[in-house]
């Protein structure tokens, strides 16, 4: 049971005025100085002892709080899904599928050309070269021959897919930019992807 401030002065003055009753009616001094420790010794000991009921119930009144929210993470929504749900939203879950669609065929012609680029034997040089500088192989200011051809089918590709998936280039590279920023939309393009393949 907890006592609120009102309780505890009222139990202090009955405290008090047995104390003065019991000094009143002694004559001995000696004797009264005894009582007086013996007051203060119960009521030091009877604050600790309402101090540390106070405590346990805190405690637990803090451990209900914390399985209460525990309980309460395990069944709201992740933040990652509340991300998910936004981000169908704003950029609507059909145009979602259709940007992995799309990003899925790329990536598997980005494969086939790569593959190509590394039969042929300048690739090594060419590939060193745009690693020094820091770029892809295709964006490289001077390119070989075969890299030029192989390059050019990959942005002839890109873009026929692009439109072929009722983006323009610039809705395109809209949503690439914003999943490359956020991790969430990220990751529910990663799992469209996953699942469109998994379906053929």
């Given at each position: 049971?907890?006592?609120?401030?009102?309780?505890?002065?009222?139990?202090?003055?009955?405290?008090?005025?047995?104390?003065?009753?019991?000094?009143?009616?002694?004559?001995?001094?000696?004797?009264?100085?005894?009582?007086?420790?013996?007051?203060?010794?119960?009521?030091?000991?009877?604050?600790?002892?309402?101090?540390?009921?106070?405590?346990?119930?805190?405690?637990?009144?803090?451990?209900?709080?914390?399985?209460?929210?525990?309980?309460?993470?395990?069944?709201?929504?992740?933040?990652?899904?509340?991300?998910?749900?936004?981000?169908?939203?704003?950029?609507?879950?059909?145009?979602?599928?259709?940007?992995?669609?799309?990003?899925?065929?790329?990536?598997?012609?980005?494969?086939?050309?790569f593959k190509a680029a590394k039969n042929n034997p300048n690739w090594n040089s060419v590939a060193s070269l745009a690693e020094s500088q820091q770029i892809r192989v295709c964006d490289?200011?001077?390119?070989?021959?075969?890299?030029?051809?192989?390059?050019?089918?990959?942005?002839?590709?890109?873009?026929?897919?692009?439109?072929?998936?009722?983006?323009?280039?610039?809705?395109?590279?809209?949503?690439?930019?914003?999943?490359?920023?956020?991790?969430?939309?990220?990751?529910?393009?990663?799992?469209?992807?996953?699942?469109?393949?998994?379906?053929?």
């Open positions: 049971m907890i006592m609120n401030q009102r309780q505890t002065n009222h139990l202090k003055d009955q405290f008090n005025l047995i104390k003065n009753q019991i000094f009143e009616s002694m004559a001995k001094p000696r004797l009264k100085k005894s009582v007086t420790y013996f007051y203060k010794g119960a009521y030091v000991s009877g604050c600790l002892g309402l101090s540390l009921m106070l405590s346990l119930v805190a405690e637990q009144i803090l451990k209900s709080d914390r399985s209460a929210a525990m309980a309460q993470s395990q069944t709201s929504p992740t933040l990652m899904q509340l991300n998910n749900i936004l981000n169908q939203a704003v950029f609507g879950d059909d145009q979602i599928t259709r940007y992995a669609a799309a990003a899925n065929a790329i990536e598997s012609k980005r494969l086939e050309i490289l200011s001077q390119q070989p021959d075969f890299l030029q051809n192989l390059c050019e089918q990959l942005r002839s590709f890109t873009e026929d897919e692009i439109r072929r998936h009722g983006f323009t280039n610039k809705d395109f590279n809209q949503i690439t930019r914003q999943q490359r920023q956020d991790a969430s939309l990220r990751s529910l393009i990663q799992s469209r992807q996953l699942q469109l393949r998994n379906d053929k």
